[in-house]
């Protein structure tokens, strides 16, 4: 019986052992759920903080397109500036060669009533 009893105390301890090591799982275990729910919490953070990265950078790139769109406008407006600069300078240079033109005339009739006074014994002044 000794045998059967020293079988039994074995068992026991074994038992007890198996309870034990179980106990320190539960721990470890609750442990590690409270991590994961920190973790957990941390990762919600996370997410919450690049939901608004990804609002803000939605609004950055809204008004990028924005301002794509004025600098074409201001381009075309740009352009349009030029060509009508180019047309000014062309009747620019339209009227100054009219006015050398006219010079000209006037050099041209200068010369002939120079001449005529100075046929007819007129002086200038």
Do not use: C, P, W
């Not at 919600?44 to 950055?60: C, G, I, P, W």
């Not at 381009?75 to 620019?92: A, C, P, S, Y």
């Not at 060669?97 to 010369?111: E, T």
């Amino acid at each position: 019986m000794a045998e059967a009893e020293r079988k039994i105390q074995q068992l026991y301890n074994d038992v007890n052992a198996i309870y034990g090591m179980l106990d320190d799982i539960r721990k470890a275990q609750g442990e590690h759920g409270k991590k994961l729910t920190d973790l957990s919490q941390s990762l919600t953070t996370v997410r919450a903080t690049q939901m608004r990265h990804d609002n803000r950078l939605n609004e950055l790139d809204a008004g990028i397109a924005g301002l794509g769109d004025q600098l074409k406008e201001m381009r075309v407006t740009q352009m349009r500036h030029e060509n009508r600069f180019t047309e000014i300078d062309q009747r620019f240079t339209e009227i100054d060669q009219r006015f050398d033109a006219q010079d000209q005339q006037l050099a041209s009739q200068d010369r002939k009533l120079d001449l005529i006074m100075k046929a007819l014994d007129i002086s200038a002044n």
